[in-house]
């Protein structure tokens, strides 16, 4: 069992920069792939990055490419993502994901564990 609790969530003008922060619980963790979707009002949860285990294969969105980087400290067993540049249209509750499998995936299904998410607000 992996329990995810994210942090690192504010408030920032545009053009600004924050890193979230995923801690997790469980021995296994390294072993995981990492995600990480967000959800506007009214909206549905989103992809915005994801990870495998072996850092292989790397995904983002396209709205965020080029702006956003996932990584992760597996020593600290703790998932990253580092947003430069926030836009307005990024303001969104931010959610950590992860699955057993270690394989990265763009869809909301193949992540089994979720953090309760962090919000980010970005100020026009």
């Known amino acids: 069992q992996v329990q995810l609790v994210e942090s690192g969530g504010g408030l920032v003008q545009a053009g600004g920069s924050l890193r979230l922060s995923c801690a997790a619980s469980?021995?296994?963790?390294?072993?995981?792939?990492v995600g990480w979707f967000r959800q506007a009002p009214g909206k549905e949860r989103e992809f915005v990055a994801a990870?495998?285990?072996?850092?292989?294969?790397?995904y983002y969105s396209d709205s965020v490419k080029g702006r956003f980087t996932i990584s992760r400290d597996t020593a600290k067993n703790t998932v990253y993502l580092q947003m430069n540049s926030l836009k307005p249209e990024d303001t969104a509750v931010y959610y950590c994901?992860?699955?057993?499998?270690?394989?990265?995936?763009?869809?909301?299904?193949?992540?089994?564990?979720w953090g309760q998410g962090t919000q980010v607000t970005v100020s026009s």
């Open positions: 990870k495998s285990w072996s850092a292989a294969k790397i």
């Open positions: 469980g021995r296994a963790f390294s072993s995981y792939a």
């Open positions: 994901a992860a699955n057993r499998w270690g394989v990265a995936g763009k869809a909301l299904s193949e992540y089994a564990y």
